[in-house]
């Protein structure tokens, strides 16, 4: 039989998103996949040119595109800006081929998702969505136990 393999793709710039994707990953024993950009954003910059690359939905350059053709069953995290999914996620989502794939969203956001789900659907039409879970202040917080209660409805097991 083959191996169903999990992965953990995600961005992060501040640090929250990892520290989901870090959780999930242990739990479930998937491959963490940082997205890397090749021109990162600073704090100032992502409240600029970063909020105008979302609302031009653009795919900027990352460093190594993500190669998702072992994996069956696909994490993907991002932090919410202006109520979606990040520029560098936009971009793996958009190229890489997710078609037929098991996928699992999360986010994390300080009050306000918006309609980030959705977008993500609308984009990824072809895939198998089993779940999405939104955290919110994890900077305050030990989400361990959230982030298990969550891996463990979605009935994810070690691979
Ligand atoms: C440009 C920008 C836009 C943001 N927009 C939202 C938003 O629409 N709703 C919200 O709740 N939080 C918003 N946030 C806060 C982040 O979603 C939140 O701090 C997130 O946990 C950061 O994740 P990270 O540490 O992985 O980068 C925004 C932050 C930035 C920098």
Request: proline content about 3%; charged content about 30%.
């Amino acid at each position: 039989m083959v191996e169903k393999k999990q992965a953990v793709i995600y961005y992060s710039l501040t640090g929250n998103t990892k520290k989901i994707a870090e959780l999930i990953a242990r739990e479930t024993g998937a491959d963490l996949l940082s997205v890397e950009m090749e021109k990162p954003y600073t704090k100032f910059s992502a409240s600029t040119k970063g909020v105008f690359q979302v609302f031009r939905q653009s795919r900027p350059r990352i460093v190594d595109e993500i190669d998702v053709t072992d994996y069956s069953r696909i994490y993907i995290g991002t932090p919410v800006w202006c109520g979606t999914l990040v520029p560098p996620i936009n971009t793996v989502i958009r190229n890489a081929n997710f078609s037929g794939k098991e996928i699992l969203f999360f986010c994390t956001h300080k009050g306000s998702k918006g309609n980030i789900f959705k977008h993500f659907r609308d984009i990824l039409k072809d895939s198998k969505i089993l779940g999405e879970k939104d955290f919110q202040d994890v900077v305050d917080k030990d989400s361990a136990k959230e982030v298990t209660e969550w891996v463990t409805l979605v009935k994810i097991r070690k691979v």
